[in-house]
């Protein structure tokens, strides 16, 4: 299908394990997103994408690490996950220009015991 | 530190009603003010989107007031139906990649 989607849609790890959040889309945009979403916070960045084999920090970044092989891929990992990192995961992605319209998928909720 | 300050947490209103919803910044640097809508179990999605060189900009029901001088816009939902029931997100960019969101408001529109 076209569009960005990400896996999955529901995860529930523990303290320590890996985990990796996948985002994928459809329509070559330049740049790709990683947000967090936590109530009271609105969404908070914590990577982007500019291209593939660029990326640069967000607001939040400790405890995640990102990569952007190839333009339509730009998986999430959690190296150790926290129960801090319990949240809802937002890949988004945009064309090119500072004003072109941010597309979001549908959600990662991960819960980390 | 949260740049972008949204307010109410949560709004509830009669249909038909104008609910409104407010956010200010500090960042002067800041210039381009979108809103996001988002309906549960889903992504947010662009409403509608200002720049600070015009003091207002409507798309159909939604309106954006915009106001430099006090570092302040607002999104208007003029005859607000049960199906605008979702959480708005402000949020502002100062020129570059990154999109500073303010923390959101839950609203309700009763039938």
């Known amino acids: 299908d076209a569009g960005i989607t990400q896996s999955p849609r529901y995860k529930i790890t523990e303290t320590g394990r890996q985990v990796t959040l996948m985002c994928h889309q459809t329509w070559s945009h330049s740049y790709m997103f990683w947000y967090r979403q936590d109530l009271g916070h609105g969404l908070r960045l914590i990577y982007y994408?500019?291209?593939?084999?660029?990326?640069d920090k967000g607001e939040v970044p400790d405890g995640y690490v990102v990569s952007r092989s190839k333009t339509e891929n730009f998986p999430l990992t959690l190296e150790s996950a926290t129960r801090s990192q319990t949240s809802v995961y937002f890949c988004?992605?945009?064309?090119?220009?500072?004003?072109?319209?941010?597309?979001f998928g549908p959600g990662t909720r991960l819960t980390v015991l | 530190q949260q740049q972008v300050k949204q307010s109410p947490q949560s709004l509830i209103v009669q249909k038909g009603g104008i609910p409104i919803i407010n956010c200010a910044y500090e960042n002067t640097a800041f210039d381009y003010f979108p809103w996001y809508q988002q309906f549960p179990g889903k992504g947010p999605a662009l409403l509608i989107a200002i720049r600070p060189d015009v003091s207002e900009k409507k798309e159909g029901r939604f309106t954006i007031s915009f106001n430099k001088s006090a570092k302040q816009f607002s999104l208007h939902i003029m005859d607000s139906q049960p199906g605008d029931s979702a959480t708005y997100f402000c949020a502002a960019r100062a020129g570059g990649n990154m999109l500073t969101f303010g923390g959101g408001t839950r609203l309700m529109v009763k039938p």
């Open positions: 988004a992605s945009r064309r090119g220009g500072p004003l072109d319209e941010q597309f």
């Open positions: 994408s500019a291209a593939a084999d660029i990326t």
